[in-house]
């Protein structure tokens, strides 16, 4: 009977997108970094990313349970306060195609109470707060998505009636239909120019609720795989729900991923495409315990579509101040094979765990922002940046217009004086005893070379596109390109400052302004350089190798990571640079 159970399992597993071996996801430690705290400890609240990056909380409650009418961004290494037209207490966010950001409803009043009308809309150019047509009804917990035609699609309550509301482009928010049941934060996921789901597993009072699919145009939608595998909910963080969304909707690919989670406990990944939905073949199991505790995850995914990557982020219950982050690498399993599975985590932290709002930064890394420890009382203005795969300081650093108009002048005097010095040897060579020429010995001093012998070679003094290092580095330069090239230690998968600066025996800080100063790349684009360029010779010397083998031999964490990095580094895939050689 075992070795038919067995054999069962192993035929069945692999259909439903479980990994049939029972593997289990590698464990792997991150770096985690503490960025200035927000000016106003805050819960509940939303977060986007404005251009360049630059992220934006909006609302939620502070101190007290108190609903706070302000947004903060982050610039110029600390958090600026801006007013806004209303708090937004648990409201939505949605992120327009206009780039603009749309936030609606929330609490009506403090303590979480009550629900609300407003709708604003904010310009991250501008940084300013417009008002938008009011909502179709009263909502708190709410989402919403936004079809191809600019139509705004909303649903979702709190301790309310629910139902379906849109707001055409230039119109008002308008009942659209009713939903099958009510639910608090939603999915609702576009899947055509004018349709979309709209679905959860919560109900408008927190309770389970049978998993129905309602559809903006038609009636609900049969999906027995949700019978089995329930989506994780987003209920006490909020998301813009078009994070989970691994399709271009512009080319007519509506695709999404969910967190599902089975009454026995195991997780998979949701696959949705248009009306369809299945399970994501994994290469290991999602891990439903951490070190010390069961895993709680929060529900959204965060996509990642340049690099095919998505991420989930989670803590432990009860909570240990350890931070996990779940990375998919569902790219592989689009194309064919099963995506690899790692979990992250964190050195526990001051906090018993970080909630509160997500973002994915432009960097790969993951940023989250305040949260309450275990009530809505005393909520945190903490800010952490979790470094997966390591990464330098962040943001960037970015010259300011005083910085760069100080460097023209520096410029400009440093030109003036190279030519005051040519003209000084000018004149002494010019100046100089009149002898008969053919006895002058010429004076080395002020004879003026041959201008052929210093022409500057080009691949000599500009660094090529994947940044090779000036002729002469300083001394500690010397030491990290030494590390790299002759003990190629960018072969290490995960290498971080941190590895580097012990094994110099110096810290992270001279480490990154060494690379930077020296190369102008961060320490993550120096380190894949070197990985592009050993991918390079494998691939030249043994084209038959399979790029996942090249991948792993060069050092990079994931298939899909090494796709990404090739392309930003050459402007080419890895089988487009391969087929100029072949």
Same mark, same amino acid.
């Given at each position: 009977? #075992?070795?038919?159970?067995?054999?069962? &399992?192993?035929?069945?597993?692999?259909?439903?997108?479980?990994?049939?071996?029972?593997? !289990?996801?590698?464990?792997?430690?991150?770096?985690?970094? +503490?960025?200035?705290?927000?000016?106003?400890?805050?819960? $509940?609240?939303?977060?986007?990313?404005?251009?360049?990056? *630059?992220?934006?909380?909006?609302?939620?409650?502070?101190?007290?349970?108190?609903?706070?009418?302000?947004?903060?961004?982050?610039?110029?290494?600390?958090?600026?306060?801006?007013?806004?037209?209303?708090?937004?207490?648990?409201?939505?966010?949605?992120?327009? #195609?206009?780039?603009?950001?749309?936030?609606?409803?929330?609490?009506? *009043?403090?303590?979480?109470?009550?629900?609300?009308?407003?709708?604003?809309?904010?310009?991250?150019?501008?940084?300013?707060?417009?008002?938008?047509?009011?909502?179709?009804?009263?909502?708190?917990?709410?989402?919403?998505?936004?079809?191809?035609?600019?139509?705004?699609?909303?649903?979702?309550?709190?301790?309310?009636?629910?139902?379906?509301?849109?707001?055409?482009?230039?119109?008002?928010?308008?009942?659209?239909?009713?939903?099958?049941?009510?639910?608090?934060?939603?999915?609702?996921?576009?899947?055509?120019?004018?349709? @979309?789901?709209?679905?959860?597993?919560?109900?408008?009072?927190?309770?389970?609720?049978?998993? !129905?699919?309602? +559809?903006?145009?038609?009636?609900?939608?049969?999906?027995? &795989?949700?019978?089995?595998?329930?989506?994780? /909910?987003? @209920?006490?963080?909020?998301?813009?729900?078009?994070?989970?969304?691994?399709?271009?909707?512009?080319?007519?690919?509506?695709?999404?991923?969910? &967190?599902?989670?089975?009454?026995?406990?195991?997780?998979?990944?949701?696959?949705?495409?248009?009306?369809?939905?299945?399970?994501?073949?994994?290469?290991?199991?999602?891990?439903?315990?951490?070190?010390?505790?069961?895993?709680?995850?929060?529900? /959204?995914?965060?996509?990642? #579509?340049?690099?095919?990557?998505?991420?989930?982020?989670?803590?432990?219950?009860?909570?240990?101040?350890?931070?996990?982050?779940?990375?998919?690498?569902?790219?592989?399993?689009?194309?064919?094979?099963?995506?690899?599975?790692?979990?992250?985590?964190?050195?526990?932290?001051?906090?018993?765990?970080?909630?509160?709002?997500?973002?994915?930064?432009?960097?790969? !890394?993951?940023?989250? !922002?305040?949260?309450?420890?275990?009530?809505?009382?005393?909520? %945190?203005?903490?800010?952490?940046?979790?470094?997966?795969?390591?990464?330098?300081?962040?943001?960037?650093?970015?010259?300011?217009?005083?910085?760069?108009?100080?460097?023209?002048?520096?410029?400009?005097?440093?030109?003036?004086?190279?030519? %005051? =010095?040519?003209?000084?040897?000018?004149?002494?060579?010019?100046?100089?005893?009149?002898?008969?020429?053919?006895?002058?010995?010429?004076?080395?001093?002020?004879?003026?070379?041959?201008?052929?012998?210093?022409?500057?070679?080009?691949? =000599?003094?500009?660094?090529?596109?994947?940044?090779?290092?000036?002729?002469?580095?300083?001394?500690?330069?010397?030491?990290?390109?030494?590390?790299?090239?002759?003990?190629?230690?960018?072969?290490?998968?995960?290498?971080?400052?941190?590895?580097?600066?012990?094994?110099?025996?110096?810290?992270?800080?001279?480490?990154?302004?060494?690379?930077?100063?020296?190369?102008? $790349?961060?320490?993550?684009?120096?380190?894949?350089?070197?990985?592009? #360029?050993?991918?390079?010779?494998?691939?030249?010397?043994?084209?038959?190798?399979?790029?996942?083998?090249?991948?792993?031999?060069?050092?990079?964490?994931?298939?899909?990571?090494?796709?990404?990095?090739?392309?930003?580094?050459?402007?080419?895939? /890895?089988?487009?640079?391969?087929?100029?050689?072949?």
């Amino acid at each position: 009977m #075992r070795k038919i159970l067995a054999f069962l &399992l192993c035929a069945v597993l692999p259909a439903v997108g479980l990994s049939a071996a029972g593997d !289990t996801a590698p464990l792997v430690k991150m770096e985690t970094e +503490r960025l200035p705290d927000l000016n106003i400890p805050r819960s $509940a609240h939303v977060m986007a990313l404005g251009p360049g990056g *630059e992220p934006v909380v909006f609302g939620g409650h502070t101190t007290g349970f108190v609903p706070t009418q302000t947004a903060e961004y982050f610039a110029d290494g600390a958090w600026h306060v801006l007013e806004m037209l209303y708090p937004h207490d648990w409201g939505f966010i949605l992120q327009l #195609r206009s780039g603009r950001i749309a936030l609606g409803g929330g609490a009506g *009043e403090a303590f979480g109470i009550g629900r609300s009308w407003g709708v604003e809309c904010y310009d991250p150019v501008s940084r300013t707060f417009s008002s938008l047509p009011i909502l179709d009804r009263r909502r708190s917990k709410a989402s919403a998505a936004e079809l191809e035609d600019g139509t705004i699609v909303v649903s979702g309550n709190w301790y309310d009636d629910d139902g379906i509301g849109i707001c055409l482009p230039g119109g008002t928010f308008e009942p659209a239909g009713a939903v099958s049941v009510g639910r608090e934060v939603p999915y609702i996921l576009p899947t055509g120019p004018a349709n @979309a789901l709209i679905f959860n597993s919560l109900g408008n009072r927190g309770e389970e609720i049978p998993l !129905t699919v309602d +559809r903006l145009r038609g009636g609900p939608l049969e999906v027995p &795989l949700l019978a089995e595998w329930r989506p994780v /909910p987003m @209920a006490e963080s909020h998301f813009d729900v078009s994070s989970c969304a691994i399709g271009d909707a512009a080319a007519g690919d509506y695709s999404y991923l969910l &967190l599902g989670r089975r009454e026995d406990g195991r997780f998979a990944l949701i696959l949705v495409r248009g009306e369809a939905f299945s399970l994501l073949p994994l290469s290991a199991d999602i891990p439903a315990e951490g070190p010390g505790a069961p895993l709680t995850y929060y529900g /959204p995914v965060m996509a990642d #579509r340049a690099s095919r990557q998505a991420w989930v982020a989670g803590f432990e219950e009860p909570p240990t101040g350890r931070v996990f982050l779940l990375r998919i690498g569902y790219g592989e399993a689009l194309d064919g094979g099963e995506a690899p599975v790692t979990l992250f985590y964190s050195d526990p932290l001051r906090e018993k765990y970080v909630s509160g709002s997500w973002a994915l930064l432009p960097d790969g !890394t993951l940023l989250a !922002t305040g949260g309450m420890p275990r009530d809505n009382y005393n909520p %945190f203005s903490s800010v952490y940046r979790f470094l997966p795969e390591g990464g330098e300081s962040w943001p960037p650093a970015q010259k300011s217009r005083l910085s760069w108009l100080l460097g023209l002048l520096c410029g400009i005097l440093t030109a003036g004086l190279a030519v %005051f =010095a040519g003209y000084r040897l000018r004149r002494r060579a010019v100046r100089a005893p009149r002898h008969d020429p053919a006895t002058v010995t010429p004076d080395p001093a002020v004879v003026m070379p041959d201008s052929a012998a210093v022409t500057p070679d080009p691949a =000599a003094v500009m660094p090529d596109p994947i940044g090779h290092l000036p002729a002469e580095p300083p001394a500690l330069m010397t030491r990290i390109t030494a590390l790299m090239e002759e003990r190629q230690l960018y072969l290490q998968p995960g290498l971080s400052l941190r590895d580097v600066a012990q094994a110099l025996g110096t810290n992270v800080r001279y480490i990154s302004d060494s690379i930077n100063s020296s190369t102008g $790349a961060s320490f993550s684009d120096y380190v894949n350089g070197y990985r592009v #360029r050993h991918a390079q010779a494998l691939m030249k010397d043994r084209p038959s190798m399979p790029l996942s083998a090249v991948a792993t031999e060069s050092g990079f964490s994931s298939e899909s990571t090494f796709f990404r990095n090739f392309k930003v580094l050459t402007g080419k895939t /890895p089988l487009q640079w391969l087929s100029e050689f072949s």
